[in-house]
DNA sequence: GTCTATATCGCGATAGAC
DNA sequence: GTCTATCGCGATATAGAC
């Protein structure tokens, strides 16, 4: 082990923590082929070819970027949408309510957790809006699919007499609305003259709530 | 001029028009960062050494994609947009219709206008996605701003009694779903087992209409 | 004016010294 | 476990061929 040689030393992180630490920065404000490792040596504060020595590529520290935090962001995601049904019916569950349940961790953890929540969450959103021919999406794609195959099992519950392709069109509309908001690319900011802005996710998910139940419902009604 | 000596000679194009062809679609792809100089050059057919040439910089390369095409699709967009109102007022106009009038020539452009287009409406779709503090993006944002702000006057007129702040989020939200369309990730093609394809844009355009109409609506009305 | 060859320098990756 | 040296590829500036 790196600093930890006796018993009543400092708890610092070890080596392997400050770069995912590093490069989880860098890579959701620059993407993955807009960040270099050198940048990202440079921010972790270790020397560049110790990058080599924990992640053989970028590929494989992007990776382990994503994988460090999934199952406890993922996890929290299904219980908070799981938890919105109680012990009912999923037809019973107003669907702003619902949508608002799969989110609310993330807004959470974005704005509660510290910055390296919000820069994992950041760095989902890119990757959620990449085309899944890039081979640096796979490993969100495997370990991601299933909470969106949850929900939309869940949509198909709720909504159980509207066409299976509405459903699906729902959930892409709504997947690109959130994912734009999350990469907080300032388009808000500047077209409202600051009325609104990106970096406020609870206006964010209180909005999208009404607004996308709304959408659905009218798809599902087969008015399309 | 370089290639067109005599008079009946083949209007080939020039290695400007080429390279610029072979950027968009590299662009296209692979995004800014995940571009290099050297594909887009091997796939316009010309030497490397021409694109500094013609194009200093890969940014300017960059640029003038954008540039090119910008005032045709634009224009478009605009006329589509105003051709919906007719002679009378905008509240009369119904949401739906109004929102599939600005995107009717993005789908028109994208399907019926070639690869070259088809390519350009990919690539903007990115940049739309993209943080404002990319330097890459300051391009589209000039050139694209004054339609996206023009759409969000439409919208204050047709929802007078509506808060501002919900004209400007509904624009958000419907702007990320719309490129998370065009971006064409295959997301909506796996999670449906191919029931639903992301290059099927008539489909986007038809179920976005009620869609989003039904969502603004609910916004409008205040129920958040 | 159009195009090619080449050199410089930053980046990703690796073998090996300490 | 950490750092050095180095290689091949990337962006791009330049000299000069046509």
Redesign the interface.
Known sequence: MPKRSGKSEKPRKDSRELILDGAETVFS??????STTRDIAARSGVHLGLLGYYFPTKLDLYRAVITRRAEEYSGAMLASLHGVRGGGDWEDVPVGALIQALFRPIVDFSLNRGPGWKNYIRLLARA???????PYVQTF?ETF?PV??EF?DVLKQRFPNAA???I??????????????L??????D???NG??K?SDLE??L??????????????AQG??
């Open positions: 404000e620059k993407g993955f082929y807009g959620a809006n990449t085309r899944r021919t890039e794609m699919n969106s195959l939309i299976e392709e509405d699906y069109w729902s959930q892409s509309f709504l997947a690109g609305a959130i994912n734009h908001a990469i907080e690319t300032e388009a808000v500047r077209y409202s009325l609104c990106s206006t964010v209180a909005k999208l709530g009404p607004f996308f139940a709304a959408g659905m419902i009218r798809l008015e399309s």
